[in-house]
């Protein structure tokens, strides 16, 4: 099987579709996500933390420093350790609510019961004659 072939094939039974939309379905659910944290969980944590905004968090290493018309000649240090735990915050809702639907799907996955398969060909063959010997047996 060429090269070519086998990728059409790998391409063709969805391991290379279903992999695809899971990377289109996580990135519209991560967007979501962080909008849901900027715009909604953010700003209602915010009174309870005084009003402060936690993406406004930062360690300043070095100051900017600027020119008397005001462009920046060097923009310093900073280390915006805020918007890293509003990430992290994005990531853990994200990772949770990941585990609720894969859990809910090994649930569904459970409750789907599998049809018992047919028996062989040989052994209905079997069963059949074991019947037919003892109904003659029956008979005598």
Request: zero cysteines; proline letters at 4%.
């Amino acid at each position: 099987m060429g090269m070519i072939s086998e990728f059409k094939q790998f391409a063709v039974e969805g391991n290379l579709v279903d992999m695809a939309v899971g990377f289109v379905m996580g990135s519209a659910f991560a967007t979501v996500t962080k909008d849901f944290i900027d715009g909604v969980f953010m700003p209602a944590l915010q009174p309870v933390m005084g009003g402060i905004d936690l993406s406004e968090w930062r360690m300043v290493l070095r100051e900017a420093e600027v020119a008397a018309d005001g462009t920046v000649i060097d923009p310093g240090w900073i280390i915006n350790w805020g918007q890293f735990l509003t990430s992290l915050i994005t990531f853990v809702i994200v990772a949770f609510v990941m585990f609720l639907i894969i859990k809910g799907m090994n649930k569904a996955k459970k409750k789907e019961e599998a049809a018992p398969s047919a028996p062989p060909a040989n052994e209905v063959l079997l069963a059949e004659i074991r019947d037919l010997l003892a109904r003659q047996n029956a008979k005598m």
